[in-house]
């Protein structure tokens, strides 16, 4: 039996599912259920009709789905009876209904195209899937995948981060809505709103008719211009292909509304993405802007206004989609205003191999593996497969940000294992199983303000709050009555972190995983305020706004930002302190550390020309150039994912590469590629609008089966923060920290005479790096001894 008869007889069956179900949606549905049940269990060679059987198919798969639909009802009215309101809260339910319809009224106004349009005219206003195929100029299939994955966006976007909006809808439904259940749920609040004409009316005024110009599903026949880029008139041949290099310019145009002009690529590539979907709200609404072929696309919106870019995505691609109403993307445009050169970062989905194991290594087929979470939280709207089961072999094959963690179970033994710079060298990860408990634990409270009221769409994030063992961070929003829950975790330390628009942060530390009644208190703070100048004092159009708080050595990233603005102003809510601001913008180093305190609003933050590092890498081996390496300069990022701080450069096919926007001062850079073991490049000093180079960095080949170990030159030891000090964690062998006798649990307080507290780790780390053979003056602290060392660099390997 082949796909193409089985399609063939199937049509002629249109006319029974129709008298089966209701509306052309559900038939085709299930015809579509009927076809993948026919050709994953084939009738034996009976010689029967093969309408005849697939009829019967047809009609079995009805009868299961009615019988799962009843069932199921008579559970979601077992509920609804089983929860009982009191007539005093008539009016309090009247409110959560109000506020629940509000919700979802905005998740559909914030659904991106094409999805809002197919959801709003099957639902609102009553067009079958056959119709808005006629009308929409698509093939039916089209069609219902629209609404199926508006539904799915839908649901994600209500039923994860707030799942109270079920009840609201108890005395309209006359049951609970499950919310793991079908699409049910969903097509019963849209009949809702279908019925509340108001409300139908305003879905209709923000969404038919967005305040944005959305362009064209379709991309237009002929390519639109390249996007000008600033670059000096000398620029080399590399900088003209290389993205996120650029400097993005503001300059006059005739658009009303303001226009932005930019680009998506492919971290991994450098190349423009084509078809990818950018979603930006507003106060007005929300509408998709789609990349052309080149990547290339344009925001057009009729009025000046301030927009939040809510979700990318495209096909092969990591979805940037995080909680809503929580983006770090911010726009703001203005009249007669046109910003050019924006890039957009998206991550390539990446096949990923993993493996089960047990104790003694052997493989564990049937193993059942979950993605547990991600440090950055940005698949909560578009969510990729998050579930697998190991083969025979204990292998699995998976797609996953950097930095995920993943479970994997079978019987009582279960592990964990986290998608690290290793794993994406290698693209293996290994999860060996072992008896551990379950990480079942919640951590539940109330997100309010000074005064002690609720407050809501407080987005709660708990980090492990050490990094002893493979943990994830969790998620949750607070509901209208400011209550969360954070899920699976175990019952170690975290620390939780809120944020909320028009709030400062707040911060509760070392919180136990089975934590009841949380509270975290965010109060309104005070602003931080400024503008943003490039190196030729003019207004920086685009750029990265990072605010770290101090503790001694380490410092606390507490705002990250990416934010365009032709007039380059920022204001940032943030407690009672002192802080710590850089920017950082494309084209251009970042701006020196500035410090402000809470309430100053005068800040300008300089960025410098800075210097150019221009260089090869090839293969140490055989000297043959590698492309599409990555280099960096060595230091932490902030940001957006899509948008980073220090996104770096990528090698040309010849190997060669430029990367600009380095600042004045020590400089090391990191270099990756596929299949090599990674290196970090030190002993340069740059300074503003010099060129480095060109350098020839050789890579060596990662041996089969082998993990990674950076390659490097310095002393040979692993530090982390601990008050004004740095504290050895690790020592290297053979390297000159443990010749010159450092050891474990010694603090490192001084390098080179300068105390440690002012640099900052990162600081102290590039003091360390240099050139081989050279030495470097190392003042620790043991016990009560103070002890002044002098240190050889050497040629190291970390893995």
Do not use: C
């Not at 008869?5 to 049509?11: H, N």
């Not at 504290?727 to 006798?741: H, L, N, P, S």
């Not at 474990?744 to 360390?768: M, T």
């Amino acid at each position: 039996m082949t796909p193409e008869s089985v399609l063939q007889e199937l049509d002629g069956l249109r006319a029974l599912a129709r008298s089966l179900v209701h509306g052309d949606a559900d038939a085709d549905d299930l015809l579509q259920d009927t076809a993948v049940a026919a050709l994953e269990h084939p009738p034996a060679l009976d010689h029967r009709p093969i309408r005849a059987w697939l009829g019967a198919v047809l009609r079995n798969r009805w009868r299961m789905d009615r019988r799962s639909a009843l069932r199921r009802r008579a559970r979601e009215q077992a509920a609804a009876i089983a929860e009982p309101t009191e007539a005093g809260d008539d009016a309090a339910a009247g409110l959560g209904r109000a506020r629940a319809l509000e919700k979802l009224a905005a998740a559909l106004v914030a659904l991106d195209e094409p999805f809002r349009t197919a959801v709003i005219r099957r639902y609102l206003d009553g067009r079958s899937a056959a119709e808005l195929a006629r009308e929409l100029g698509v093939p039916g299939s089209t069609v219902r995948w629209r609404l199926r994955t508006g539904l799915a966006r839908l649901r994600a976007a209500l039923d994860d981060s707030s799942p109270r909006w079920q009840r609201a809808f108890l005395p309209f439904l006359g049951a609970t809505v499950k919310t793991k259940t079908s699409t049910a749920a969903v097509l019963a609040v849209l009949v809702l709103l279908a019925l509340l004409g108001g409300l139908a009316w305003w879905i209709r005024a923000h969404s038919a008719g967005p305040a944005i110009a959305t362009a064209p599903v379709a991309p237009p026949a002929a390519p639109a211009p390249a996007v000008p880029r600033a670059a000096p008139a000398a620029a080399s041949p590399v900088r003209q292909l290389l993205s996120g290099q650029a400097r993005v310019s503001v300059e006059p145009g005739d658009a009303v509304g303001g226009l932005l002009v930019g680009r998506v690529v492919n971290w991994a590539t450098g190349d423009g993405v084509a078809g990818a979907e950018l979603t930006f709200t507003s106060d007005a609404g929300a509408a998709t802007v789609r990349s052309r072929d080149d990547g290339g696309f344009e925001l057009a919106p009729p009025a000046p206004g301030r927009f939040t870019l809510a979700a990318a995505a495209a096909p092969g691609f990591l979805p940037y989609a995080p909680e809503l109403l929580h983006s770090t993307v911010h726009v703001a445009l203005t009249r007669g205003h046109t910003v050019r050169g924006i890039t957009v970062f998206l991550f390539p989905a990446l096949d990923y191999r993993g493996r089960v194991v047990d104790a003694r290594g052997a493989p564990v087929p049937g193993a059942h593996v979950r993605l547990l979470g991600t440090p950055a939280g940005e698949q909560v709207i578009d969510r990729l497969e998050t579930e697998w089961t190991a083969d025979r072999d204990g292998r699995f094959t998976f797609h996953a940000a950097d930095g995920a963690v993943l479970e994997a179970t079978h019987g009582d033994a279960r592990g964990w294992g986290q998608l690290d710079s290793d794993t994406a060298i290698t693209r293996q990860l290994t999860i060996a199983l072992g008896d551990a408990p379950p990480r079942d634990a919640t951590i539940t409270g109330r997100t309010i303000d000074a005064s002690g009221g609720a407050l809501a769409d407080v987005l709660i994030r708990a980090s492990p709050a050490t990094a002893d063992r493979t943990r994830s961070t969790a998620f949750a929003t607070s509901g209208p009555d400011g209550a969360f829950t954070l899920r699976g975790l175990d019952r170690e330390l975290y620390d939780l972190d809120a944020e909320a628009e028009d709030r400062a942060p707040a911060t509760l530390e070392g919180v136990r995983g089975d934590s009841r009644d949380v509270t975290v208190t965010l109060d309104a703070g005070l602003a931080i305020a400024g503008q943003v100048v490039d190196g030729d004092r003019a207004p920086a159009p685009a750029y990265t706004l990072l605010v770290f708080r101090h503790d001694g050595v380490a410092r606390h990233l507490v705002v990250a930002r990416s934010l365009v603005d032709p007039r380059g102003q920022f204001e940032v809510r943030v407690a009672r302190g002192s802080y710590e601001l850089i920017a950082s913008a494309p084209g251009w180093a970042p701006s020196a550390p500035t410090r402000a305190e809470a309430g100053a609003r005068d800040v300008t933050l300089t960025l410098s020309a800075g210097a150019t590092l221009r260089g090869t890498v090839v293969d140490a081996a055989d000297h043959h150039p590698i492309g599409e390496a990555r280099v960096a300069r060595e230091a932490s990022s902030g940001g957006a994912s899509i948008q980073p701080a220090n996104a770096g450069t990528i090698s040309k096919p010849d190997g060669t590469f430029e990367l600009t926007g380095i600042p004045p001062g020590l400089l090391s850079v990191t270099i990756s590629a596929l299949g090599f073991n990674p290196r970090i490049e030190s002993g340069m000093t740059a300074s503003d609008g010099a060129t480095l180079g060109p350098l020839a960095i050789g890579l060596t080949r990662l041996a089969d089966g082998a993990q990674p170990a950076t390659e490097l030159v310095g002393i040979g030891i692993v530090l982390a923060a601990e008050g004004d000090e740095l504290r050895v964690q690790r020592v290297i062998a053979g390297g000159g920290a443990e010749a010159a006798g450092i050891t474990v649990g010694d603090r490192v307080s001084a390098i080179d005479g300068q105390p440690v507290a002012p640099l900052g780790v990162d600081g102290a780390v590039s003091k360390i790096r240099g050139v081989e053979g050279t030495t470097i003056s190392v003042t620790v602290h043991r016990g009560d001894q103070q002890i002044p060392l002098i240190v050889t660099r050497r040629k190291l390997k970390a893995s």
